[in-house]
C-alpha cells in the first residue's frame, strides 16, 4: 500500500499526475514479481520432474541388474550342479574318461582295486593263433571298467596297479606293455615277493587313511593250467575274515545269476573258499576277495576274456556283488 505524500490533494492536478504515475509503477512491480514467481515455480516443477524421471530410471536399472543377477546366478548353481555330478579320469582312456555319477548307492565306500602282475611281470600267457594273450593286460582291463562301475554309483576307488596310457580298451588283442606302476607312483619290481609287498602295504597305507569307512579290496587275476582245462570263476578269502567270506559269497552270487540269465543251458561250477596262503589276502588289512576269472591257456576260457562286452559283464557282475555286500553290510 502506498501511502499519499504530505499536502497532496485530488483537487491539485499536478497531485494527482504523481499518484497515478506511483500507482502504474506499483502494479508493474507486483506484475513482474508475480511473473516471476510463476517462473521460479514452473523451475521448481520441472527440476523435481526430472529428479523424480531420474529416480525411476535408476530404479529400473537395479532392478534389470538384479534380474540379470539373479539368472546369472541359478545358471552358475546349475552349471556347478552338473559339474558335481560327473568327473573326469584320464586313467581311464580317453573314450571313458568321462563318468556321470548317477547316484549315491556307494557313497561313503572306499575300494582298493588291483590287477595281477604288471611291469616286468606280465603274469600267464596264452596263445591266440599269432598272438600272445598276457595276464596282466586282460586282469587290468577288466579291473578298470569295474573301478568306473563303481565311481558312477559314488564310491571312492583306488587303482592299485596303474598303466598310464592303456585306459578302457575294446579290442580282442590287448597289446602287452610293462608300464605298469604300483600306486600311487612306483616301479613295480620283478621279484614276485617284492611285488605282491609292495602291493599290500599301498592298501594298508590307504586303509589307516580311511580307517572309519566301509573298505573294501579286491584283486584280480586270471589262472594259468593245461590247455584242456576249461574252469569258471572262483573266489578266494582268508579263513578268519568272516566279512571277507560274505564279500566273496555276494559276487559269487551275482555270478551264478549272471550266468542264468545270459547262458540259461550253462551250469556254473565256481565256487567260494578260503586261501589264506595267498600273500595279497594273508597280508592285507581290509577285507579282501581274490578273483581267478578262468585259464587263459584254454580256448573255452578265452572267450571269456577276448570280447570286451565279455569283459564288461565280467566287471559287472563283480560290481553287483560288491553293491550287495555294501547294501547288506
Known amino acids: 500500500m502506498i501511502k499519499l505524500l504530505p499536502y497532496c490533494s485530488t483537487r491539485n492536478p499536478f497531485s494527482l499526475l504523481i499518484l ?16 516471476g514467481k510463476e517462473k521460479s515455480s514452473a523451475l521448481r516443477a520441472r527440476s523435481a520432474k ?16 538384479r534380474s540379470v543377477s539373479h539368472k546369472s546366478a541359478r545358471k ?38 588291483a590287477s595281477g602282475h604288471g611291469g616286468p611281470d606280465p603274469g ?22 569295474l573301478a568306473r562301475n563303481l565311481m558312477e554309483h559314488g564310491a571312492t576307488v583306488y587303482m592299485i596297479v596303474r598303466d598310464p596310457n592303456d585306459g578302457i580298451r575294446d579290442e580282442s588283442v590287448l597289446k602287452l606293455d610293462h608300464d605298469e606302476v604300483t600306486y600311487p607312483n612306483q616301479a613295480i619290481p620283478l621279484n614276485q615277493t617284492l611285488r605282491l609287498r609292495q602291493c599290500t602295504d599301498a592298501v594298508n597305507r590307504l586303509h589307516r587313511k580311511h580307517k572309519e569307512r566301509y573298505q573294501r579290496f579286491v584283486t584280480i587275476h586270471v589262472d594259468s593250467r593245461s590247455e584242456g582245462q576249461n574252469i569258471d570263476v572262483f573266489f578266494y578269502h582268508h579263513e578268519n575274515s568272516h566279512v571277507g567270506k560274505q564279500l566273496a559269497k555276494h559276487i559269487h552270487k551275482s555270478f551264478k545269476s549272471g550266468y542264468k540269465r545270459s547262458q540259461p543251458g550253462r551250469s556254473y561250477l565256481g565256487t567260494v573258499s578260503d586261501r589264506s596262503s595267498l600273500y595279497v589276502v594273508r597280508n ?15 580256448d573255452k576260457d578265452q572267450r571269456r576274456f577276448l570280447l570286451a562286452d565279455n569283459r564288461q559283464a565280467l566287471a559287472n557282475w563283480i560290481y553287483t556283488g560288491l553293491q550287495t555286500d555294501y547294501t547288506t553290510r
Open 20 to 35: 497515478l504515475t506511483l500507482l502504474l509503477v506499483q502494479g508493474s512491480s507486483q506484475l513482474v514479481v508475480a511473473k
Open 50 to 65: 526430472k529428479r523424480l524421471s531420474a529416480k525411476s530410471t535408476k530404479r529400473a536399472s537395479s532392478a534389470r541388474i
Open 76 to 113: 552358475v548353481s546349475t552349471t556347478t550342479k552338473t559339474a558335481a555330478n560327473s568327473t573326469s579320469l584320464a586313467l581311464l582312456g580317453p573314450k571313458y574318461a568321462h563318468v556321470t555319477v548317477s547316484d549315491q548307492k556307494l557313497g561313503g565306500a572306499v575300494y582298493y582295486l
Open 124 to 145: 600267464a600267457i596264452g596263445r591266440y593263433g599269432k598272438y600272445a594273450l598276457a595276464e596282466d593286460e586282460y586282469a587290468y582291463d577288466v579291473t578298470i571298467r
Open 284 to 298: 592285507s588289512h581290509p577285507p579282501t576277495v581274490f578273483i581267478e576269472l578262468g585259464n587263459i591257456r584254454n
